[in-house]
């Protein structure tokens, strides 16, 4: 990776499956795809704008079969894409988690870890 493109991240992050989001004390949870997540946030893939600060309530179901994560979030960035086979606009969402398990950031923790090895243990 040449130096104009080097990874920033401080923590690893793979994709999950899918995650059920809503604005807090909003309306029924919404299904969603995740692009991806680590054990401080996720970057989920929304066909509405959502505002930065927004929070959210989001169920995260990891490839484990184990019941879903519960988490809550704040919007700390949005970016609009258009796929151009389609009409409808999309927006990565990154979500910072301010309200999450210990033992739910250890597991995600896990699960991007195995994943990045290329050891798959969950």
Request: charged residues 25%.
């Amino acid at each position: 990776m040449s130096d104009s493109r080097k990874e920033r991240r401080r923590y690893p992050r793979h994709y999950a499956v899918i995650a059920d989001y809503r604005v807090i004390g909003q309306g029924p949870m919404k299904v969603t795809q995740v692009k991806n997540i680590s054990a401080v946030g996720i970057c989920l893939i929304l066909y509405e704008n959502v505002s930065i600060g927004t929070g959210l309530e989001l169920e995260i179901y990891l490839p484990d079969n184990a019941p879903a994560l519960l988490a809550k979030g704040k919007v700390v960035w949005v970016k609009e894409f258009k796929v151009k086979s389609e009409l409808k606009i999309r927006f990565d969402v990154g979500i910072a988690f301010y309200e999450i398990n210990e033992s739910d950031t250890e597991r995600i923790a896990r699960y991007v870890s195995s994943l990045a090895s290329g050891l798959n243990t969950e």
